[in-house]
């Protein structure tokens, strides 16, 4: 058991709730929030598309060890990143 990842994962479940639900977009970095049409859609999207799946699938791996772990890690955080970041460039930003 990694205790670091699981440190980790449970920072990220932290960030997801506090964007998804409380709506505090102020965590995410590199937007301009005047640019931004639904904010609260932003919460939902970055939280719960983002930095909730990540934060699981990081607990997850804290529990198994196995090889190339950081090498599925880094590529799952990339589709997600990636998928994140078209959906946001074409559907919120105004």
Do not use: C
């Amino acid at each position: 058991m990694d205790f670091r990842l699981l440190i980790i994962g449970i920072a990220l479940l932290l960030v997801s709730y506090l964007v998804a639900v409380k709506k505090q977009t102020w965590l995410l970095a590199g937007f301009n929030e005047k640019n931004i049409k639904n904010k609260s859609l932003l919460g939902k999207v970055a939280g719960g598309v983002f930095f909730l799946p990540l934060g699981l699938l990081i607990i997850i791996h804290s529990f198994i060890d196995y090889p190339y772990e950081a090498t599925v890690l880094v590529v799952a955080m990339l589709v997600l990143l990636s998928i994140v970041y078209v959906f946001i460039n074409r559907r919120l930003l105004g």
